[in-house]
């Protein structure tokens, strides 16, 4: 099983990045998905989740309206559209997939990408 974040990088203040997940020995229409981020010296946090069929979704305040998750099940991948960066958006993003009903806390998670880091420079 295998979770491959992808499309972090280096990015002003004010651009947008899209960020992928595509996962390998697991079928993700079996599993809520989500995003979390660690910046430097903080708590991995939840960033937004979203439903098997791709039907719900939920954000952190700290990015609603600027970003927006979605998934494909067919290509077995997830999404993470960021626009309107700000520095505080730097960390190291992980996808996740959890076989609870709705994941918020990273304890409810059964499986971890290795992370990207997006950088944004003022």
């Known amino acids: 099983v295998q979770l491959q974040a992808s499309g972090g990088g280096l990015v002003q203040a004010g651009g947008s990045l899209r960020l992928s997940c595509v996962a390998s020995g697991l079928p993700i229409s079996n599993y809520f998905m989500g995003w979390f981020r660690q910046a430097p010296g903080k708590e991995r946090e939840f960033v937004t989740g979203?439903?098997?069929?791709?039907?719900?979704?939920g954000y952190s305040d700290s990015v609603k309206g600027r970003f927006t998750i979605s998934r494909d099940n067919a290509k077995n991948t997830m999404y993470l559209q960021m626009n309107s960066l700000v520095p505080e958006d730097t960390a190291v993003y992980y996808c996740a997939a959890s076989s609870a009903v709705v994941g918020i806390t990273a304890s409810a998670y059964d499986y971890w990408g290795q992370g990207t880091l997006v950088t944004v420079s003022s």
């Open positions: 979203i439903s098997r069929r791709g039907d719900s979704t």
